[in-house]
């Protein structure tokens, strides 16, 4: 009898919390910018993506506005002015994974080391009642918050997750600097446990990599073959 008299608020909380999210549910954001499609095709328009059903919306200038998945297309991106800065998203499948589908990433941090994200997925009581699409739209404020995603290494052609941080990422590929990254961390009390910690983590190893004279001269090396 408890718990009939228990569940029965839960449930209207939760419808309640619904219906006020849906009179509420966030507008499209559009983007001028630039989308390449798998055979190589350039376009360019009005762009807005969604994160949940991944797909990427290309508004023409009659209006008409069309939606392309990651099977359909390789990249795209656009200036983000509220954020300033450049957003570009790519199509990626884990190449070692037959299980992994190919899905579209945004390209967090460029260098040595890409890192990519995707959202992170809804789960626990209300994945049902905040599950509409319209919650990913991608806007400033989802974009700024980085416990909303999952973030990998993609690194010949594998994705490496950060939730497996030391075993996929750090021993395989970051070892030859440990001294250095190590100090670095020690100096500026970084939490290299946590996902702001480890993104610092890996900016640091990039920035190594980029100063190191063995990789400047392999650099002038190949621009001198060019």
């Known amino acids: 009898m408890k718990n ?4 029965l608020p839960t449930a209207l ?39 949940s059903t991944e797909t990427v919306l290309l508004r023409q200038p009659n209006g008409r ?38 899905g579209f990433y945004e390209i967090y941090m460029d260098g040595p080391l890409a890192v990519v994200r995707k959202i992170r997925r809804p789960r626990g009581l209300f994945k049902r009642s905040f599950s509409h ?16 995603f999952c973030y990998f290494v993609y690194d010949a052609g594998r994705l490496r997750a950060f ?11 970051m070892t030859a600097y440990a001294q250095k990254i190590q100090q670095y961390v020690d100096t500026h ?6 996902l702001l910690g480890r993104l610092v983590v890996v900016d640091h190893y990039n920035f ?4 190191d004279p063995e990789t400047a001269s392999v650099k002038a090396a190949s621009n001198a073959q060019e």
């Not at 559009?30 to 055979?39: D, R």
């Not at 990651?70 to 070692?96: H, P, Y």
């Not at 939730?163 to 590929?173: G, Q, V």
Request: aromatic content about 14%; some cysteine.
């Open 4 to 7: 009939r008299y228990l569940i």
């Open 163 to 173: 939730d497996r941080f030391y075993l996929d990422i750090y021993e395989p590929l």
């Open 208 to 211: 190594l990599v980029q100063q």
């Open 65 to 102: 506005v069309c939606a392309f998945s990651a099977s359909q297309v390789e990249q795209f991106g656009w200036f983000d002015t509220k954020l300033d800065k450049q957003r570009s998203f790519i199509a990626l499948s884990d190449q070692v994974d037959p299980r992994d589908k190919r």
């Open 13 to 51: 909380l939760i419808l309640f919390l619904s219906i006020a999210s849906a009179s509420a549910l966030p507008t499209t954001s559009w983007h001028s910018g630039q989308l390449t499609f798998s055979n190589k095709e350039i376009v360019y328009g009005d762009l807005s993506y969604n994160w």
């Open 133 to 148: 699409p319209a919650y990913y739209n991608d806007q400033p404020q989802l974009a700024q918050n980085t416990d909303l």
């Open 189 to 194: 009390n970084i939490n290299e446990r946590s």
